[in-house]
Structure formats: structure tokens, C-alpha cells
């Protein structure tokens, strides 16, 4: 069955970088696109960032452009997020989740998250 | 970017009624709209693709419905399990937004 496991979340000071991971099994990573979605404690959901099944589309939402910058290893399985100048309004749960198809489709399945937590 | 607006922002409900949650598109997404459910303390659940195609083991009691800027979830007869925030999302345009989510609680 489908799996996404994210780590790497923690206690970041405001200006410090962090990188989170996102390890899958139970399908063909390099044939689906993923979304990174966050949500603050308390909040509603937002989107971030997605990237293609083979990486070479890219999108992100306006306040983490130039800051955050999402990638994938299809020999490992594995999407990571890194963040970059991180702000206290970026202290969220990261979800990642697949999408359905190559990119561009709906997210199907769901990982548990990690909590990134700004402050100083 | 396209909003999204979700009613009512909360209800409340019996076991066994029937609810429907709206979702409004600022602008036309063709069928581009998705369904998620999140339980308290959970990572959200993918329920509807497509407007109103179910997400494979997804009781069919969820259904959705709706083309261009108006889209509905309707829970056929609402059971204790379902007590929880769902979510739309469109995926026509980037950046992918989401609705600010409604609150469904049991009486």
C-alpha cells in the first residue's frame, strides 16, 4: 500500500534553514507528481509547492519563492523541501502528498507530517 | 489566484441526516476540484477527484457534484465517524488553493 513518511521537522531559528524529507513506497515514485501542503496549528490547509513526476516543472506559492526550493531522488524514493530564511510564519505541519499523476492532477495519498516550528 | 470559499463554515448535525457542504471558484476551473477530509490530530484524507469521481475506498455515501465555479460534498446520512473538517481544493491553476474548510460536528 501506498506510504509517505515525512522527517526531518524541529525547532529552527528564525533566518536558519531546515530540510524535510519524504520517503515513499508502495508505488512508482518516478511516475507521479508530489505536493508539499502545510498547515498551522489551529489553521486551514495551503499548498506550497509541487514538482513533476521528473522534476523539470517546479511550482511554488508567492511567500516561500526564492526561499524554499523542492526536489525529488527517484533512485531513493524521496521528495525533500528545503527551506531557506525561515520566518515564524512558516512554523507549520508539512504534509507530503502524491498526486495522482504525472503532476497536475489531485493529491490521492497522504503523509502523517512534520512539525516545523520557527522561533527563536 | 483563484479563491476558494467554503459554507457554511461550520454545522451541526444528527446521525443519519443529510449534509451538504458548498464550495465556490472565484473564477471557472472546469472539474478541477477536489475533496479532502481531516479528522482531528490526522493528516487529511483524499475522498473526491474530479469533482465528484470517488477516491478508491471511499464509502459511497460521500458524492460530489458540480462543473465551473460551483461544487457541493454531500454526505448521505452522516454517521459519528464522519465528524470532522472537510476540505475543497482546486487544481485547474497554480498556485493550488484550498476552501477554508467546514467543521462538521454530531449533535
Known amino acids: 500500500q501506498v506510504q509517505l513518511v515525512e522527517s526531518g521537522g524541529g525547532v529552527v531559528q528564525p533566518g536558519r534553514s531546515l530540510r524535510v524529507s519524504c520517503a515513499a513506497s508502495?508505488?512508482?515514485?518516478?511516475?507521479?507528481?508530489m505536493h508539499w501542503v502545510r498547515q498551522a496549528p489551529g489553521m486551514g490547509l495551503e499548498w506550497v509547492t509541487s514538482i513533476s513526476y521528473n522534476a523539470k516543472d517546479k511550482y511554488y506559492k508567492d511567500s516561500v519563492k526564492g526561499r524554499f526550493t523542492v526536489s525529488r531522488d527517484n533512485s531513493k524514493n524521496t521528495l525533500y523541501l528545503q527551506m531557506n530564511s525561515l520566518r515564524p510564519e512558516d512554523t507549520a505541519f508539512y504534509y507530503c502528498?502524491?498526486?495522482?499523476?504525472?503532476?497536475?492532477?489531485?493529491?490521492?495519498?497522504w503523509g502523517q507530517g512534520t512539525l516545523v516550528s520557527v522561533s527563536s | 489566484d483563484i479563491q476558494m470559499t467554503q459554507s457554511p463554515s461550520s454545522l451541526s448535525a444528527s446521525v443519519g441526516d443529510r449534509v451538504t457542504i458548498t464550495c465556490r471558484a472565484s473564477?471557472?476551473?472546469?472539474?478541477?476540484l477536489a475533496w479532502f477530509q481531516q479528522k482531528p490530530g490526522k493528516a487529511p484524507k483524499s475522498l473526491i477527484y474530479a469533482a465528484s469521481s470517488l477516491q478508491s475506498g471511499v464509502p459511497s455515501k460521500f458524492s460530489g457534484s458540480g462543473s465551473g465555479t460551483d461544487f457541493t460534498l454531500t454526505i448521505s446520512s452522516l454517521q459519528p465517524e464522519d465528524s470532522a473538517t472537510y476540505y475543497c481544493q482546486q487544481y485547474n491553476t497554480y498556485p493550488l488553493t484550498f476552501g477554508g474548510g467546514t467543521k462538521v460536528e454530531i449533535k
Open positions: 473564477q471557472g476551473i472546469s472539474n478541477y
Open positions: 508502495g508505488f512508482i515514485f518516478s511516475n507521479h507528481g
Open positions: 502528498a502524491k498526486d495522482a499523476g504525472y503532476g497536475g492532477t489531485s493529491a490521492d495519498h
